[in-house]
């Protein structure tokens, strides 16, 4: 088997955006992480209790797309926070088929207490970078999911043909 040019490699990994933005995605993992560990916290768990931290809590079905996953890895994803007492989990009063996820007092008292160090983490990363990066990041990410989810249901082969 002979190895693809190098040229080419080296292309793709200077250019493709899905490597770039998983790169991206892991280092920023790994400072939020280290960041929330002291309160016994992943930065995927704080995301997931902010997000439930609403007047009304959502339902799975609710949640799964604010977040960007499916249903079965944010139920997966809940069971911990559940033994730990942070989420409650209960059938849904109007459709009993549907569950409602809501944040409890223990929840919203370890997000109050990890907020400072997720701010100070943020504050150091939003000042190592340039001075508008920041705000620009966060919009381009915010357009990245939709377009993306257009481009896939296009019905157009990666080439920019119609599919057959």
Not at 82 to 103: C, K, P, T, W, Y
Not at 104 to 115: F, H, I, N, R, W
Request: hydrophobic share 45%; net charge positive.
């Amino acid at each position: 088997m002979k190895p693809l040019d190098r040229d080419i490699v080296a292309h793709v990994a200077q250019t493709c955006l899905c490597l770039h933005a998983q790169r991206a995605a892991r280092a920023l993992a790994r400072l939020f992480d280290k960041a929330l560990k002291p309160y016994g916290l992943s930065n995927g768990q704080f995301s997931l209790l902010m997000a439930l931290n609403r007047p009304e809590p959502p339902t799975i079905g609710e949640l799964a797309p604010f977040l960007a996953m499916d249903r079965t890895s944010l139920t997966a994803a809940l069971k911990p926070l559940q033994r730990r007492g942070l989420v409650g989990v209960e059938a849904d009063r109007a459709d009993r088929r549907s569950r409602r996820v809501r944040i409890t007092a223990e929840g919203v008292a370890l997000l109050e207490a990890a907020l400072p160090s997720w701010r100070d983490t943020h504050a150091r990363l939003d000042a190592a970078l340039d001075a508008d990066a920041p705000n620009r990041l966060r919009a381009d990410m915010r357009r990245v999911p939709p377009i993306a989810a257009m481009l896939s249901a296009s019905g157009m082969e990666p080439d920019g043909q119609p599919q057959d």
